[in-house]
């Protein structure tokens, strides 16, 4: 899987009760060539912006923020204009926007 699969927007599903109750109406994912990844997710009414890095290995994103460094691994899986992740077995999903 390249890296440029992911690249661009990805807004939360609406339709998706449990992606919408984990990171909120509006909720985004913004994966950069560079390896940079913005994501921003509406907590309690206000907009967090949180910029990560990330790296893809086999069908896992791998992603760090280097502001609080710590490495995650998110099981991912891309189907045309949708993006499931798997963190932890939270499913969440994602439309290519």
């Known amino acids: ?17 449990e992606t919408q ?11 950069k060539p560079n390896g940079d990844l913005i994501y921003n ?7 967090q912006v949180i ?3 990330y790296e893809i290995v086999g069908n896992q994103l791998i992603t760090n923020q280097p502001s609080m460094p710590n490495k995650e691994t998110t099981v991912f899986k891309l189907n045309g204009n949708s993006l499931e992740l798997n963190y932890e077995g939270a499913i969440s999903l994602f439309i290519r926007v």
Do not use: C, H, K
């Open 21 to 31: 109750q984990l990171y909120g109406s509006g909720a985004s994912i913004e994966f």
């Open 41 to 47: 997710i509406n907590e309690d009414g206000r907009l």
């Open 1 to 17: 899987m390249l890296q440029n699969e992911l690249v661009g927007t990805w807004l939360a599903d609406p339709n998706d009760l």
């Open 51 to 53: 910029f990560m890095t």
